[in-house]
C-alpha cells in the first residue's frame, strides 16, 4: 500500500506542475495514475490529488475540477456524466476511534456515485457512500450517509431537503 501511495503521489507532483495546455502531458500521466486507458471525453483540471488512483473508476464525460483530492484505497466510482466542482474530498479509508487500535489496521468502504450527479464546490463524501443517479451535494456538505437518486442534499450532514 505505502509504495503505490508514494508513485502515485509523485505522478500526482509532476501532473500538477505541467502547464494547464498541455493536454498529451495530462493525458499520459492520468492514464499512468489511474492505470488504464481514459474514459472518452474525461476533464480533470489540475491540481488533481489521489493516494491510489487505480481504484478509481471514471465514466466517460465526468468533469472534475481543480484541487479535487480522492483517497480511493477502498474504490471510488464515478458514473457517466458526474460533475464535481472544486475544492471535493472523496475519502473511502479511515481510522478506528479507539487509539489502541488506530494503527492495526483501517475502517472504510467504496464510493459509488451513480450517474448525471452534480457535486458543489468544497463538499466531501464520506467512506462507505452511494449517491444515486440525478443527485445533487451541495456546496460544503458532508455526506455520510447514502444519498437517493434525483435528490438535493445540503448541510453540514448532509440530509436530503427535497426531491423531483
Request: glycine share 10%; proline share 7%.
Amino acid at each position: 500500500m505505502s509504495q503505490r501511495v508514494l508513485e502515485v503521489t509523485a505522478l500526482t507532483s509532476r501532473l500538477n506542475v505541467l502547464p494547464f495546455d498541455d493536454e498529451a502531458g495530462k493525458a499520459a500521466l492520468l492514464e499512468q495514475i489511474l492505470g488504464r486507458a481514459l474514459p472518452d471525453r474525461l476533464t480533470i483540471y489540475p491540481p488533481f490529488f489521489t493516494d491510489h488512483g487505480s481504484n478509481l473508476e471514471l465514466g466517460e464525460r465526468v468533469f472534475i475540477n481543480q484541487n479535487c483530492t480522492f483517497l480511493d484505497y477502498a474504490g471510488i466510482r464515478l458514473g457517466d456524466r458526474v460533475m464535481v466542482a472544486p475544492k471535493v474530498t472523496f475519502i473511502t479509508v479511515g481510522h478506528p476511534v479507539d487509539p489502541h487500535e488506530r494503527r492495526e489496521w483501517l475502517t472504510g468502504g467504496p464510493i459509488d456515485v451513480a450517474e448525471n450527479v452534480w457535486i458543489g464546490a468544497g463538499a466531501t463524501i464520506l467512506p462507505g457512500v452511494s449517491i444515486g443517479k440525478d443527485a445533487v451535494i451541495a456546496a460544503g456538505a458532508i455526506v455520510a450517509d447514502d444519498v437517493p437518486p434525483a435528490t438535493l442534499a445540503t448541510g453540514e450532514k448532509a440530509a436530503v431537503r427535497r426531491q423531483w
